[in-house]
């Protein structure tokens, strides 16, 4: 399945609107015959309607998905210790920045001097790399919960195209548009729900837990990419010395 996101699309898409529309694309050949023009009915606003063209936001189709609603109630509780050392860790280092934040601000209101000026510079870089050490320190805590999130989502996207695909059979829609590509529309060519239930479908729950040493797709990915770099900068071996050709037939003895 391809997402087209081609913009000029929606030209196209709205000039066979207005040919799919009969009240605009059948006149009266005869301009004269005015009880004609006024007997002619009315278009249902259903017309409208483009037959075979959708609208589907596949981010929102996962976050709706029940497999992923699930997994975010189940999260708080299965991670609970990470989430609980994380929120301790953030505080005990909010409580160690605070009095240098609050000496920094007060060394400010003196008068400007180089040695006030090397005297906060220090301040302001020992607070950042603080800072930054603790930050490092929060998200290595709550890696399991990322790669849980990471994993969850793994599993939807996986079916994502198998959903998308039933969707579009069961609805009889042969071209689906991510909603950026569209300008306006009606919520009938909205296929988002459908494949909510498609999804709910192939994939009821999914695993909250990844395996040991799993990692996310972008990472194996990108150490498949370094090592096939790393293979194809490699010199080539080099190949032993050929050992000297022997005779085919045998050789006359010597006298």
């Known amino acids: 399945m391809k997402l087209i996101r081609n913009s000029a699309l929606v030209a196209a ?9 009969p009240a605009l694309a ?3 050949k005869d301009k004269g015959n005015k009880d004609a023009v006024a007997a002619a009915p009315v278009a249902a606003p259903s017309s409208n309607v483009v037959q075979g063209i959708g609208v589907a936001n596949l981010q929102a189709a996962i976050a709706n998905a029940d497999a992923f609603r699930v997994a975010q109630q189940q999260r708080p509780v299965t991670y609970k210790p990470q989430l609980d050392q994380a929120q301790s860790r953030g505080n005990a280092l909010e409580a ?3 009095p240098m934040i609050d000496r ?5 209101q003196g008068t400007m001097t180089p040695a006030l000026q090397t ?9 950042q790399e603080l800072q930054e050490k603790g930050k490092q320190e929060i998200q290595q805590i709550l890696l399991p919960v990322a790669l849980s999130e990471a994993f969850v989502n793994e599993q ?9 695909q039933k ?10 548009l991510q909603p950026g590509a569209v300008v306006a529309r009606a919520n009938a060519y909205d296929l988002t729900d459908e494949i909510v239930t498609e999804l709910n479908v192939l994939l009821p729950t999914a695993q909250l837990v990844p395996p040991q040493g799993w990692e996310p797709r972008e990472i ?15 010199p080539a071996a080099a190949s032993p010395a050929a050992a000297p050709a022997k005779p085919a037939g045998p050789q006359p003895e010597g006298r």
């Open 167 to 176: 969707a579009m059979e069961k609805t009889r829609v042969s071209l689906l």
């Open 220 to 234: 194996r990915e990108a150490r498949a990419q370094q090592a096939a770099q790393q293979g194809g900068n490699r």
């Open 26 to 28: 059948q006149k009266n």
């Open 156 to 164: 939807l996207e996986e079916k994502l195209d198998q959903a998308v």
């Open 13 to 21: 898409i709205s000039l066979a609107a207005l040919s799919a529309n």
């Open 96 to 98: 160690q920045i605070k």
């Open 104 to 108: 920094f601000n007060a060394a400010r």
């Open 119 to 127: 005297q906060l510079q220090g301040q302001a870089r020992a607070i």
